[in-house]
T-cell receptor
Framework: DAGVIQSPRHEVTEMGQEVTLRCKPI?????LFWYRQTMMRGLELLIY????????DSGMPEDRFSAKMPNASFSTLKIQPSEPRDSAVYFC??????????????FGPGTRLLVL | EDQVTQSPEALRLQEGESSSLNCSYT??????LFWYRQDPGKGPEFLFT???AGEEKEKERLKATLTKKESFLHITAPKPEDSATYLC???????????FGTGTRLLVSP
């Protein structure tokens, strides 16, 4: 298995522009997570999906952030408009289930976002 | 609110010098404590899951242990390739929601 795939790996944009991050989870995994990692706050959960349905979006910082999962093999995290404080590494992770070892989350390589 | 505190923030060891990393946690109804390794520029890589006090797991030079309040990651005779940031996370009653610590940056010098 190729693991969790994210694109782009790096993104540099100007303040006010729309940014779209993409993720393909591991095949067969029913849960998908979006995290943000910064030096100051570490790794924080933004939102997660179960069977393509958003379950908990309490970590989404504000309305400028939105996430979708149109099918089991694709998810997007969109920031519109972007701001410099959004600069961070964004990770996608997936897991197969809730218990019995299936709850382990496997992370993608991340997207490094810089908003100028 | 679930919380995870890792110490030390950074640790420098000589090759072969064994040590331990600490992860203290508070969580309502622990449903798993997870250790991950993260190399620069990469995503966290899963190492271990521990579920109950007294449980231990080993992988090569790493051994993870768990009590009711903390977990230790013991590194025996480390090598330079063990240099990385080690992250600890807990899963409480909030199902799949993981709460991460800020990590311990380990540097092993030859």
């Amino acid at each position: 298995d190729a693991g969790v795939i994210q694109s782009p790996r790096h993104e540099v944009t100007e303040m006010g522009q729309e940014v779209t991050l993409r993720c393909k989870p591991i095949s067969g995994h029913d849960y998908l997570f979006w995290y943000r990692q910064t030096m100051m706050r570490g790794l924080e959960l933004l939102i997660y999906f179960n069977n393509n349905v958003p379950i908990d979006d309490s970590g989404m910082p504000e309305d400028r952030f939105s996430a979708k999962m149109p099918n089991a093999s694709f998810s997007t995290l969109k920031i519109q408009p972007s701001e410099p404080r959004d600069s961070a590494v964004y990770f996608c992770a997936s897991s197969a289930g809730l218990a019995g070892g299936h709850e382990t989350q496997y992370f993608g390589p991340g997207t490094r976002l810089l908003v100028l | 609110e679930d919380q995870v505190t890792q110490s030390p923030e950074a640790l420098r060891l000589q090759e072969g010098e064994s040590s331990s990393l600490n992860c203290s946690y508070t969580v309502s109804g622990l449903r798993g404590l997870f250790w991950y390794r993260q190399d620069p520029g990469k995503g966290p890589e899963f190492l271990f899951t521990l579920y109950s006090a007294g449980e231990e797991k080993e992988k090569e030079r790493l051994k993870a242990t768990l009590t009711k309040k903390e977990s230790f990651l013991h590194i025996t005779a480390p090598k330079p390739e063990d240099s990385a940031t080690y992250l600890c996370a807990v899963r409480g009653r909030g199902f799949q929601k993981l709460v991460f610590g800020t990590g311990t940056r380990l540097l092993v010098s030859p």
